[in-house]
Structures are given as structure tokens and as C-alpha cells.
């Protein structure tokens, strides 16, 4: 099993900064992919930047140049730093890791989800 621990989440004001954490433990190999995700009420959670084991990273249109991933390898911990907010961020963040366990299978998990609202 894998356990997520999400923070960083909160209520700040539109051109705010945030920066989201997500802290993975438990039976791990090695860690394939680890990303962020979002929901807001009445929509479809969407992927929002992931970032791989060679340090590959990828965003969703809406946030390049606003939302930077990174990791801490060591601490098998996924960063999301969000600069710019705009109310239309307003969402719950869900931390994905895609992993591979001590016996060699691979499994995805997610994080318990942290809000973030935007005021404008």
C-alpha cells in the first residue's frame, strides 16, 4: 500500500501564489510518475501537470506559464507552485503517483484532495 499526504491548499486572492504538496509512502520501488490534478464542482477532474522519473514534465494549456511541477526525489514528495491565480482555479487538487512496488507491480494512487478557492 501507498500512502499520499496532500497540503497547501487554501482561500487566496486572485494573482496569489500557493504551493501544493504531496508526500508519498509505503511500498515503493520506485516512483514512475508522480501529478496534480483538479475538479471543480459539476466538472471533470482534469490533469493538470505531471512530471516522470527522468524529470519530464507536462501541462494542460490553461496553466503553462502560471503552475510549475517539481520533485524531491529523495523524499519521494510532487511540488505544485502556482503563481497568478485566477477564480477559474478554483478547484479540490488530487496528487496522482503512478508506482512500482517492492514485488514488481505497478499501481496508481491518489492523494485525499486539497481545495484551493480563488477570490477575485
Keep these: 500500500q501507498v500512502q499520499l499526504v496532500e497540503s497547501g491548499g487554501g482561500l487566496v486572492q486572485a494573482g496569489g501564489s500557493l504551493r501544493l504538496s504531496c508526500a508519498a509512502s509505503g511500498s515503493i520501488r520506485s516512483i514512475n510518475s508522480m501529478g496534480w490534478y483538479r475538479q471543480a464542482p459539476g466538472k471533470q477532474r482534469e490533469l493538470v501537470a505531471a512530471i516522470t522519473s527522468s524529470g519530464r514534465t507536462n501541462y494542460v494549456d490553461s496553466v503553462k506559464g502560471r503552475f510549475t511541477i517539481s520533485r ?26 503512478q508506482v512500482t512496488d517492492p514485488f514488481g507491480y505497478g499501481g496508481g494512487y491518489w492523494g485525499q484532495g486539497t481545495l484551493v478557492t480563488v477570490s477575485s
Design 72 to 97: 524531491d526525489v529523495a523524499r519521494n514528495t510532487v511540488y505544485l507552485q502556482i503563481h497568478s491565480l485566477k477564480p477559474e482555479d478554483t478547484s479540490v487538487y488530487y496528487c496522482n503517483v
